[in-house]
C-alpha cells in the first residue's frame, strides 16, 4: 500500500503500510493510520505465517504427555503440551498430527478441536487450533533440530492444579487444559476423553 491509498479496518484509517521486517515465520508492518478519534496515529501489526496448533493427548491411563524446552523470547524453560506451527492454508488437523509425532512419537486414533483463538490481538494476528487426542500408540519422536526437548507425563488432575497455581505459563496449555475440564464437567466431551479427564465413569 502506498502513501495516499486509504483503506478502513473498522473504525481506523490506514494511510500506508510498509514493511518493516520479514523473515521464513513473520512479517512486521509498519502502519500509518488514522485513529478512532481522528487523529493520526501509528500501529505496528506483527503477521504470523503459520498457524499455531496445540494437542492435549491423553493417554490410557489418565495421563498427560509433557515437553519441556528452553524458550528463547523469555529466556525460561517451559513444560507444555506439544505444539507448533502449520503453514496457513493447510488442515491445522494434519499439522497437528505431525507437531504430536514429532515431539512425542505418539499417534493418536481420535481426534476432536476444542479449542480456536487469537494469541495477542493487540498487535498479531497470530491464530491457534486445539486438539484433543486419544487413542495413542507409541512411537518414535523426531524433533527439529532447534528443538532440544524433555518428557515428563502427569496425571491430568496434577496438570489442571499446575495450571491453577501458575506453575504453567505456556498460553495453549493453559487454554487446552482448562477448556477440557470445562468440557468434560458439561457432558460436552465423548465419554472416553470425558472419562480420563474426571477419572471417573461417566
Avoid at 190 to 199: D, F, K, N, T
Wanted: net charge negative; proline share 6%; charged share 25%.
Amino acid at each position: 500500500m502506498t502513501d495516499g491509498a486509504l483503506k478502513k479496518i473498522g473504525p481506523w484509517t490506514v494511510k500506508s503500510e510498509t514493511e518493516v521486517y520479514d523473515n521464513p515465520w513473520i512479517t512486521i508492518t509498519d502502519c500509518r493510520v488514522i485513529r478512532p478519534d481522528g487523529k493520526p496515529g501509528q500501529y505496528g501489526v506483527v503477521h504470523f505465517k503459520n498457524l499455531a496448533v496445540g494437542v492435549l493427548p491423553l493417554l490410557d491411563d489418565g495421563t498427560v504427555p509433557l515437553v519441556g524446552q528452553h524458550r528463547f523470547p523469555h529466556d525460561a524453560y517451559s513444560w507444555e503440551v506439544p505444539e507448533g506451527g502449520g503453514l496457513r492454508g493447510v488442515d491445522p488437523l494434519l499439522s497437528a498430527k505431525r507437531e504430536l509425532a514429532e515431539e512425542t512419537g505418539l499417534r493418536a486414533r481420535h481426534w476432536l478441536q476444542i479449542s480456536g483463538f487469537d494469541i495477542s490481538n493487540s498487535v498479531t494476528d497470530e491464530k491457534a487450533v486445539c486438539y484433543l487426542a486419544w487413542g495413542l500408540e507409541e512411537g518414535e519422536a523426531a524433533p527439529d533440530g532447534d528443538e532440544v526437548l524433555a518428557h515428563r507425563r502427569v496425571n491430568f488432575s496434577d496438570l489442571h492444579e499446575m495450571v491453577l497455581n501458575g506453575d504453567i505459563s505456556d498460553s495453549l496449555t493453559i487454554i487446552m487444559v482448562l477448556k477440557a475440564r470445562a468440557l468434560a464437567e458439561a457432558g460436552r466431551l465423548p465419554e472416553e476423553p470425558a472419562r480420563l479427564i474426571l477419572r471417573r465413569e461417566v
